[in-house]
């Protein structure tokens, strides 16, 4: 069998190529380090906001491609295939952070039951929640009959989990309702659980399609489309969660609520094409700011301690485990072709029922 590798122009992200490479039996290892074989990997609208922000937040430098083309990132799991003397045992899986690639070499540091962190010296200055790779046993709260499910969901999942907590934790910045667009995505989607879990008032901003998707999931207070921005109650003060990254968008909804609108939090960017629109900073109302969810999770750690921060999140997983398929199927391919045709689909658009996972 072949390795390869999946790369994309970082400056146009519909240019793709299929690079083959070594065969791992033909990589020599660096001491301390570890082979990983790439065994599956989700594809969502997120490895797209990777790519569109590659260069913004350092998505590229995780693992570097030759010249001007780039290796987005993707939430996977793997196996250790070659460990050296690193402390990992082979035929372990991890779950983390990969390369859309048949392996990846990794530098284990703090190796423990739980997992190890990559300390791969081109990785040092990245944001650690991206480094960490954690060990897929029941013990450390793996149920494997749901990896696909953590692949295609849960990184999203935590970011709907850490912003509800996040605007909670601000007293929703004084907003009488929150609202989110691209309604329709996994991360909003998640968020809107949360919200409805904590009893907030929600609305769901979607396109026109996808409007009926959002109504049936039952999880919006209000859905409009974004041609119906301006019959919004702009009388009371909102937060904005932007999933989508639009730029015109973005002043729609800052025009239309002025001073009301408290918060304006960006987190994607759904709409990658859609870049051109005022500056934020010019905008009405709260200034626009980026959620990086790795800084509340820091702060909850250092609130709560990690282990309660754990268990939080995980009773809320389960919860959400116990609604998604209801809403979202997951389908599989294999081999380079569907590697190919599912980035593709993400890229275009992918229908906000379906979920897709690559096994290599």
């Given at each position: 069998m072949s390795s390869y590798s999946h790369e994309v122009d970082r400056t146009d992200l519909g240019t793709t190529r299929i690079v083959d490479i070594p065969p791992a039996s033909e990589v020599t290892l660096e001491a301390g380090t570890a082979l990983l074989r790439v065994d599956s990997f989700a594809l969502t609208a997120n490895n797209i906001t990777y790519g569109v922000a590659g260069d913004i937040i350092g998505y590229w430098q995780f693992f570097p491609a030759e010249g001007n083309w780039g290796r987005i990132p993707v939430w996977?799991?793997?196996?250790?295939?070659?460990?050296?003397?690193?402390?990992?045992?082979?035929?372990?899986?991890?779950?983390?952070?990969?390369?859309?690639?048949?392996?990846?070499?990794?530098?284990?540091?703090?190796?423990?039951?739980?997992?190890?962190?990559?300390?791969?010296?081109?990785?040092?200055?990245?944001?650690p929640a991206y480094n960490q790779y954690s060990l897929m046993t029941a013990d450390n709260g793996?149920?494997?009959?749901?990896?696909?499910?953590?692949?295609?969901?849960?990184?999203?999942?935590?970011?709907?989990?850490?912003?509800?907590?996040?605007?909670?934790?601000?007293?929703?910045?004084?907003?009488?309702?929150?609202?989110?667009?691209?309604?329709?995505?996994?991360?909003?989607?998640?968020?809107?659980?949360?919200?409805k879990q904590r009893g907030a008032h929600s609305i769901g901003l979607t396109s026109a399609g996808n409007r009926a998707?959002?109504?049936?999931?039952?999880?919006?207070?209000?859905?409009?489309?974004?041609?119906?921005?301006?019959?919004?109650?702009?009388?009371?003060?909102?937060?904005y969660v932007d999933m989508a990254g639009n730029r015109g968008l973005l002043g729609k909804v800052h025009h239309h609520f002025g001073d009301n609108l408290v918060c304006s939090c960006g987190v994607g960017i759904t709409h990658w094409e859609s870049r051109d629109g005022e500056a934020p900073e010019s905008l009405p109302g709260a200034q626009p700011a980026m959620f990086f969810a790795p800084s509340q999770i820091q702060k909850r750690n250092q609130d709560w301690g990690p282990e309660k921060f754990q268990a939080t999140m995980n009773a809320a997983w389960d919860a959400f485990l116990g609604q998604v398929d209801h809403w979202i199927t997951i389908h599989e391919g294999s081999g380079r072709d569907m590697l190919n045709e599912y980035y593709?689909?993400?890229?275009?658009?992918?229908?906000?029922?379906?979920?897709?996972?690559?096994?290599?």
């Amino acid at each position: 069998m072949s390795s390869y590798s999946h790369e994309v122009d970082r400056t146009d992200l519909g240019t793709t190529r299929i690079v083959d490479i070594p065969p791992a039996s033909e990589v020599t290892l660096e001491a301390g380090t570890a082979l990983l074989r790439v065994d599956s990997f989700a594809l969502t609208a997120n490895n797209i906001t990777y790519g569109v922000a590659g260069d913004i937040i350092g998505y590229w430098q995780f693992f570097p491609a030759e010249g001007n083309w780039g290796r987005i990132p993707v939430w996977g799991k793997g196996t250790v295939i070659t460990a050296g003397e690193t402390g990992l045992s082979e035929g372990s899986e991890y779950y983390g952070y990969f390369p859309m690639s048949s392996y990846l070499q990794v530098r284990p540091e703090n190796v423990s039951a739980r997992g190890f962190v990559d300390g791969a010296e081109h990785r040092a200055s990245l944001p650690p929640a991206y480094n960490q790779y954690s060990l897929m046993t029941a013990d450390n709260g793996f149920d494997r009959r749901y990896d696909s499910h953590r692949m295609v969901y849960y990184p999203l999942f935590i970011t709907g989990f850490v912003l509800d907590d996040y605007l909670f934790d601000n007293d929703f910045f004084g907003a009488d309702k929150v609202i989110l667009s691209s309604a329709s995505s996994k991360t909003s989607i998640s968020l809107a659980f949360m919200l409805k879990q904590r009893g907030a008032h929600s609305i769901g901003l979607t396109s026109a399609g996808n409007r009926a998707f959002v109504e049936s999931l039952r999880l919006y207070n209000e859905v409009f489309t974004y041609d119906e921005i301006e019959s919004l109650d702009a009388g009371s003060r909102a937060a904005y969660v932007d999933m989508a990254g639009n730029r015109g968008l973005l002043g729609k909804v800052h025009h239309h609520f002025g001073d009301n609108l408290v918060c304006s939090c960006g987190v994607g960017i759904t709409h990658w094409e859609s870049r051109d629109g005022e500056a934020p900073e010019s905008l009405p109302g709260a200034q626009p700011a980026m959620f990086f969810a790795p800084s509340q999770i820091q702060k909850r750690n250092q609130d709560w301690g990690p282990e309660k921060f754990q268990a939080t999140m995980n009773a809320a997983w389960d919860a959400f485990l116990g609604q998604v398929d209801h809403w979202i199927t997951i389908h599989e391919g294999s081999g380079r072709d569907m590697l190919n045709e599912y980035y593709e689909t993400v890229l275009r658009g992918a229908p906000p029922n379906a979920g897709y996972v690559v096994r290599l």
